[in-house]
């Protein structure tokens, strides 16, 4: 067998084909896919070397651009260091100097950082959490056994985390296996804020019921880049601590920049609002490593404290801490901290905010909206659920143009990497108006082979 960095365009997909099964994809009618060998600043390249912008940043992973030369020279520093310990009672350098970076950027009161491998778990941490917080508080049966979240809402694939957002449409084959959730108006637009809070205060009537209430702060991602104002999420969470219940910021997506901010809880605290614990993943490592973190308060660590064994935290994975994972996201927060990641940031928002008006009066498009490094806007189109034909035909047309994207539906976005230049962000919007030219030709109704 070839090694795999000599592999050609056919090898590989030949081996894909027979022994691969991809995510998010009907793979009996799935198109053949990207055949990536290198990436290199916002750039991705085809074992044929064909060059594609990664207008997507790999499913919001990547921050500072591909094999960004600073954190994989820290991950191949610690490999030859210490590439692995478990952290059931052993820690090491990279996993306490990162918790307490991780604390140090957060907004109060975050205190604790409890590690995991991907989103999904971190998702699952922070409920755990909040469902024990309340046991351990002395909450009887029937307590504090339910959460509230908003309606459209994902926060991944584990059990629990599709619990919370099974209103996304995405689980319905394991809707018998889902523990009870109450859902409320997301609150995208002036005119429904009213009504979400409106929702929310009827559940709170009942406020012995819920453990917590769980959103994604400022943008709900897979379910179409749906924002919300922060003085609107911010109003959610003042609602919900006076009624006693916890607040989960699912920051699985939103943490790390892609809002304006570190954390998008940032902005929300601004407004008055807080949350008791914070998921965080994608652009932790930097889009290098698969590693989670969930951030939580002094209070709700305490309620964990005791005598007993079975009033703490019994979760954990193998990889818990990995050293490896640390070195890449201290070195993330590292560039961070040096202020150039933040300059781009800003750079990536103004050229957005300088085409709003155009993609503002496009027959094609509707809703165009922007928060921080994200543009998001909505094709007209009757096809508008997720792996829907007009979707699929998207992905190909921007692929045609060196462009990868992910459409959500009939929603096209662009989440980019912050080192990508004015010119190749520039050219990904006129790509749009020349796919939009030919979006008047497309003739593919009915379903298509992959979502998300």
């Known amino acids: 067998m070839k090694p795999t960095h000599a592999l050609n365009h056919s090898d590989l997909l030949q081996l894909d084909q027979q022994y691969c099964w991809h995510p998010f994809t009907q793979m009996q009618t799935a198109q053949a896919p990207l055949p990536v060998v290198r990436g290199q600043g916002e750039f991705l390249y085809t074992a044929n070397g064909d060059?594609?912008?990664?207008?997507?940043?790999?499913?919001?992973?990547?921050?500072?651009?591909?094999?960004?030369?600073?954190?994989?020279?820290?991950?191949?520093?610690?490999?030859h260091a210490l590439e692995h310990v478990m952290f059931a009672g052993v820690t090491h350098p990279p996993a306490a100097q990162l918790a307490q970076r991780l604390v140090r950027h957060a907004p109060a009161p975050m205190a604790k950082v409890f590690y995991s491998d991907n989103g999904s778990t971190a998702i699952e941490v922070a409920l755990k959490m909040a469902f024990q917080f309340w046991q351990n508080k002395g909450?009887?049966?029937?307590?504090?056994?339910?959460?509230?979240?908003?309606?459209?809402?994902?926060?991944g694939d584990t059990f629990g985390a599709m619990a919370a957002g099974q209103s996304s449409g995405f689980y319905d084959p394991f809707k018998p296996w889902l523990f009870?959730?109450?859902?409320?108006?997301?609150?995208?637009?002036?005119?429904?804020?009213?009504?979400?809070?409106?929702?929310?205060?009827?559940?709170?009537?009942?406020?012995?019921?819920?453990?917590?209430?769980?959103?994604?702060?400022?943008?709900?991602?897979?379910s179409g880049m749906r924002m919300m104002r922060p003085t609107h999420v911010a109003e959610m969470c003042k609602r919900a601590h006076a009624a006693g219940l916890l607040v989960i910021f699912d920051e699985v997506f939103t943490a790390f920049g892609r809002t304006g901010t570190l954390y998008a809880a940032?902005?929300?605290?601004?407004?008055?609002?807080?949350?008791?614990?914070?998921?965080?993943?994608?652009?932790?490592?930097?889009?290098?490593?698969?590693?989670?973190?969930?951030?939580?308060?002094?209070?709700?660590?305490?309620?964990?404290?005791?005598?007993?064994?079975?009033?703490a935290l019994l979760h954990g994975h193998s990889y818990t801490a990995n050293p490896l994972g640390c070195a890449a996201a201290l070195a993330n927060l590292d560039l961070f901290e040096q202020g150039e990641a933040f300059q781009n940031m800003a750079r990536i928002a103004d050229i957005h905010a300088q085409w709003m008006p155009a993609l503002a009066t496009h027959p094609l498009l509707e809703n165009p909206r922007q928060c921080g490094t994200v543009m998001a806007f909505e094709l007209k189109s009757s096809h508008t659920q997720y792996g829907s034909s007009v979707s699929q035909w998207?992905?190909?047309?921007?692929?045609?143009?060196?462009?990868?994207?992910?459409?959500?539906?009939?929603?096209?976005?662009?989440?980019?990497?912050?080192?990508?230049?004015?010119?190749?962000?520039?050219?990904?919007?006129?790509?749009?108006?020349?796919?939009?030219?030919?979006?008047?030709?497309?003739?593919?109704?009915?379903?298509g082979s992959e979502l998300f």
């Open 51 to 79: 060059r594609y912008f990664d207008a997507v940043s790999s499913w919001w992973v990547n921050l500072h651009g591909h094999s960004h030369p600073a954190i994989a020279q820290a991950i191949a520093k610690q490999a």
């Open 266 to 311: 940032e902005q929300v605290t601004q407004q008055g609002g807080q949350a008791d614990i914070i998921a965080v993943s994608k652009g932790l490592t930097g889009g290098f490593m698969p590693m989670a973190a969930t951030l939580t308060s002094q209070a709700v660590y305490d309620a964990f404290l005791s005598d007993q064994v079975g009033q």
């Open 180 to 222: 009870g959730v109450d859902f409320i108006a997301t609150g995208t637009c002036a005119c429904t804020e009213e009504q979400s809070l409106a929702e929310l205060d009827q559940l709170l009537l009942h406020p012995q019921q819920y453990a917590a209430i769980i959103l994604e702060p400022l943008i709900q991602g897979a």
């Open 394 to 447: 998207l992905r190909q047309a921007f692929l045609d143009e060196g462009i990868v994207v992910r459409p959500l539906g009939n929603t096209l976005y662009w989440v980019p990497p912050y080192c990508t230049q004015t010119d190749t962000l520039q050219h990904a919007y006129q790509t749009l108006l020349k796919v939009l030219e030919r979006w008047g030709h497309l003739q593919a109704p009915g379903a």
């Open 139 to 155: 909450a009887t049966p029937g307590q504090r056994s339910k959460l509230i979240a908003l309606q459209g809402g994902y926060h």
